[in-house]
């Protein structure tokens, strides 16, 4: 009795899978309860689970035809006309988006204001006038902005830096 059990045990075992190490349930890499999602294309509402006032909080876009919400939200919706009147109060501009809008004349106008009054039209005011983002302003006018700040006679340099420079030409000629 035993011994015919046991036969149909060992017969049965060949129909299942051997599986020589089980799965952990628990370890993150290689569970197989670690359903991955699909992305789905198109846009997607994943409204929260506790929605206060659902016809506020799911967008008209999002609601079937035959919904009765689709009234209500209607009654909050602005027409094109309104939004089309309302003014840009601040325009989006990603930072360091290229601005295609300087032209030569710009620039030559911009290099003129600098050289003829260079306190009044600081690199400041010049970024306010032609509406230009101050690193880029500093750009164009990289060749009229002084090359170094070293000062060019040996008087104004003080003596610590001197020795410092002294010292250095010695260990470069391995003098001490």
């Known amino acids: 009795m035993i011994r015919s059990?046991?036969?149909?045990?060992?017969h049965a075992s060949k129909e299942i899978p051997y599986q020589a190490v089980p799965r952990g349930k628990y370890n993150p890499k290689r569970s197989a309860f670690n359903f991955k999602p699909k992305p789905?294309?198109?846009?997607?509402h994943n409204p929260p689970a506790a929605i206060i006032n659902p016809s506020m909080q799911t967008p008209y876009i999002f609601l079937p035809p035959n919904d009765p919400r689709r009234e209500l939200a209607k009654q909050y919706r602005l027409s094109e006309d309104v939004v089309?009147?309302?003014?840009v109060i601040r325009a989006f501009k990603a930072p360091h988006e290229r601005e295609y809008t300087v032209t030569k004349e710009v620039v030559d106008q911009i290099k003129q204001l600098r050289n003829e009054d260079p306190e009044r039209w600081n690199l400041?005011?010049?970024?306010?006038?032609?509406?230009?983002?101050?690193?880029k302003l500093v750009y164009f006018l990289r060749s009229d902005l002084p090359k170094s700040n070293k000062p060019e006679d040996?008087?104004?340099?003080?003596?610590?830096?001197?020795?410092?420079?002294?010292?250095?030409?010695?260990?470069?000629?391995?003098?001490?």
């Open 124 to 135: 400041k005011e010049l970024s306010k006038k032609f509406d230009i983002e101050l690193s």
């Open 40 to 44: 789905i294309d198109g846009l997607v």
């Open 154 to 176: 040996k008087a104004s340099v003080p003596m610590y830096v001197l020795d410092r420079e002294k010292r250095r030409q010695m260990w470069m000629k391995n003098i001490y």
């Open 5 to 10: 059990s046991i036969r149909k045990v060992h």
């Open 84 to 87: 089309a009147d309302m003014p």
